[in-house]
């Protein structure tokens, strides 16, 4: 019988998972961290590792790729979110031997298990889809293809979008200007983790930062999508007698998938994925960039 690592943060479901895998005879260890995952990760006598998509920051893929570093010949199972698939290409590029989606049947979990133990491991290190080391310095803007290979780089700030008064800077731009680094390196973490091709910030209906492959021209574009998608909620709202308090959008249309987000009052995080993408892990991990932002600049999201 096998010896398995369970990760997963919801302890009602890991000990459920712990039960029946126990019940026909495997050794189970359970924990709920990405730290004690990779202390436990490193022994010897481990023969596979189950993954849930909601392990906390610095989230799954970077736990994978580090097990994979302690662990080469160590099988994973990726668990998706609820009612979510993952993509061939997630699955491909992090070469993991089985998923066991939410929800399954009890009976099937044996089956899945074993396939998973008897798959075939790849001959040589999978691409890798997340540099989890942050820069020491922010990376000058490189002009490349959308299908590079390279992390996105860190962008200037494209020229205002809606143009706005030359009154003094609002108190959430100037948070933004002294954090400048700092959240730079938290959307770049971002784009990483949900391996998108650009992730922006507007402020005061401007686009003041973004991350990413997009030319200047295409991140102006979305930025102004992202900017009209919030006043049409707030006029939606308006009519509706209700108060915008939270503003969320999803639109998918040719090539991309815009994911947009409140981070606090006018200012919006965003991020541009082309072709498939998991919704769920998506929302997730910009729920977590955005409250990092909000930290950074002294107010809770909404």
């Known amino acids: 019988m096998a010896q398995i690592m369970i990760v997963d943060p919801n302890v009602a479901f890991a000990t459920l998972l712990q039960e029946e895998l126990s019940r026909h005879g495997h050794g189970v260890t359970v924990v709920h961290t990405m730290e004690a995952a990779l202390d436990i990760g490193a022994a010897s006598l481990l023969d596979l590792a189950i993954v849930d998509m909601a392990v906390e920051r610095p989230g799954p893929v970077a736990l994978v790729k580090q097990l994979r570093e302690k662990r080469p010949d160590l099988r994973i199972m990726l668990i998706p979110f609820m009612g979510e698939e993952l993509t061939e290409s997630v699955t491909i590029s992090l070469s993991v031997q089985g998923v066991l989606p939410k929800p399954f049947f009890l009976p099937e ?30 990376e000058p803007e490189v002009e490349e293809s959308a299908t590079g290979d390279a992390p996105p780089a860190i962008s200037e700030p494209a020229p205002p979008i809606v143009s706005r008064s030359p009154a003094e800077p609002s108190e959430v731009s100037r948070a933004v200007t002294a954090h400048r680094s700092q959240i730079q390196r938290v959307m770049n973490a971002l784009a990483l983790e949900v391996t998108a091709d650009a992730v922006l910030l507007t402020v005061d209906d401007r686009l003041e930062l973004w991350v990413g492959r997009l030319q200047p021209q295409e991140a102006n574009a979305m930025g102004n999508a992202v900017i009209q998608g919030w006043h049409t909620s ?45 919704l769920g892990l998506l929302r997730h991990r910009a729920r977590g960039a955005a409250e990092d932002i909000a930290a950074l600049c002294g107010f809770s999201v909404g």
């Open 109 to 138: 979990l044996p089956e899945r298990i074993e396939a998973a133990l008897l798959a075939p491991m790849p001959l040589a290190p999978a691409p890798d889809p997340v540099n989890t080391e942050p820069e020491s310095e922010p």
């Open 234 to 278: 707030v006029e939606v709202a308006r009519i509706l007698g209700r108060e915008q308090v939270r503003f969320e959008q999803s639109i998918t249309g040719g090539d991309y998938m815009l994911y947009a987000l409140s981070v606090g009052e006018r200012m919006i995080l965003a991020a541009a994925i082309r072709g498939g993408a998991t």
